[in-house]
């Protein structure tokens, strides 16, 4: 059985850090592409990043480029989301994704295979 359990949400401070982290079990992790997304409350689930199956190939969103890295540790099945200078607009709930098209760069929703629960960020002003 896929899995995929986000941890590390939480409140922090408008300008702060944060270090999501996404354990993966029950596939081949390092044949998979990974990715995060976000979605805050009423609005749809948007792309926030992603990585190829490596790990040597990352892309963003351009509203979090420079300031969000994702990175992934193939030997532990774990997927990273490092986001610095958070804004109050990355409030959301953050999913991590998994996608077989591991040399692709994907970025839809209906790519993504499988999913995981979640994890809340609250960014306050």
């Known amino acids: 059985e896929v899995q995929l359990v986000e941890s590390g949400g939480g409140l922090v401070q408008s300008g702060g850090s944060l270090r999501l982290s996404c354990a993966a079990s029950?596939?081949?992790?390092?044949?998979?592409?990974m990715g995060w997304f976000r979605q805050a409350p009423g609005k749809e689930r948007e792309f926030v990043g992603g990585?190829?199956?490596?790990?040597?190939?990352?892309y963003y969103r351009e509203s979090v480029q420079g300031r969000f890295t994702i990175s992934r540790d193939n030997a532990k099945n774990a997927l990273y989301l490092q986001m610095t200078s958070l804004k109050h607009g990355g409030t959301a709930d953050y999913y991590c994704?998994?996608?077989?098209?591991?040399?692709?760069?994907?970025?839809?929703?209906?790519?993504?295979?499988?999913w995981g629960q979640g994890t809340q960020v609250t960014v306050s002003s």
């Open positions: 990585i190829d199956w490596s790990g040597r190939s990352g």
């Open positions: 029950g596939f081949p992790f390092s044949n998979y592409g």
């Open positions: 994704a998994a996608h077989r098209q591991r040399f692709m760069v994907v970025r839809r929703v209906s790519e993504f295979d499988s």
